[in-house]
T-cell receptor
Framework: GAGVSQSPSNKVTEKGKDVELRCDPISGHTALYWYRQSLGQGLEFLIYFQGNSAPDKSGLPSDRFSAERTGGSVSTLTIQRTQQEDSAVYLC????????????FGQGTRLTVV | GENVEQHPSTLSVQEGDSAVIKCTYSDSASNYFPWYKQELGKRPQLIIDIRSNVGEKKDQRIAVTLNKTAKHFSLHITETQPEDSAVYFCAASREGGADGLTFGKGTHLIIQP
């Protein structure tokens, strides 16, 4: 079946604008992760959804960042009033049952704030 | 929450030699330790994982070892080849943990011809 799909692949936005990044996980996967990867850097954890449990938002860098997961499937990461330091690749991953199962990554959304 | 430290940040080895990447973790309840490989411009992909009920796992030229007492685990690549050049990430997670997979900062492995 299809893998994890993210859209858009690339997004250029002006400083101060809001952006929405979308993630379509693999069908049936209950766990969904968002990570941020700056150029040449590691994977910075942002948020984790597991089934119907309240998401762990501890990784969100500021209150400008928020995420939703509707119907236990598609997730949207929203960044309000974007800043230049928000420029990075945003990666989404899903796994069948969360812990102790392989996470499959999407191709990422490259966000550039100008 | 969990904290994963990974070393070295960059590793350069001659083609054919072995490479070892080491990670330590802080949460003694962590019980799943995957390794991901990210080639330039591509998404991370799982290459091997180990669970806390075993001490070592092998898959052809790669192996992972786990020392639960010391809370560290390592990736071993033997007979390195040019296609092994990539960034490697270790990670840790535990049952019931709220933050899912916690990744190390990555190791850039360079295979010198």
């Amino acid at each position: 079946g299809a893998g994890v799909s993210q859209s858009p692949s690339n997004k250029v936005t002006e400083k101060g604008k809001d952006v929405e990044l979308r993630c379509d996980p693999i069908s049936g996967h209950t766990a969904l992760y968002w990570y941020r990867q700056s150029l040449g850097q590691g994977l910075e954890f942002l948020i984790y959804f597991q089934g119907n449990s309240a998401p762990d938002k501890s990784g969100l860098p500021s209150d400008r960042f928020s995420a939703e997961r509707t119907g236990g499937s598609v997730s949207t990461l929203t960044i309000q009033r974007t800043q230049q330091e928000d420029s990075a690749v945003y990666l989404c991953a899903s796994s069948l049952m969360g812990h102790n199962t392989e996470a499959f990554f999407g191709q990422g959304t490259r966000l550039t704030v100008v | 929450g969990e904290n994963v430290e990974q070393h070295p940040s960059t590793l350069s080895v001659q083609e054919g030699d072995s490479a070892v990447i080491k990670c330590t973790y802080s949460d003694s309840a962590s019980n799943y330790f995957p390794w991901y490989k990210q080639e330039l411009g591509k998404r991370p992909q799982l290459i091997i994982d180990i669970r806390s009920n075993v001490g070592e796992k092998k898959d052809q030229r790669i192996a992972v070892t786990l020392n639960k007492t010391a809370k560290h685990f390592s990736l071993h690549i033997t007979e390195t080849q040019p296609e092994d050049s990539a960034v490697y990430f270790c990670a840790a997670s535990r049952e019931g943990g709220a933050d899912g997979l916690t990744f190390g900062k990555g190791t850039h492995l360079i295979i010198q011809p």
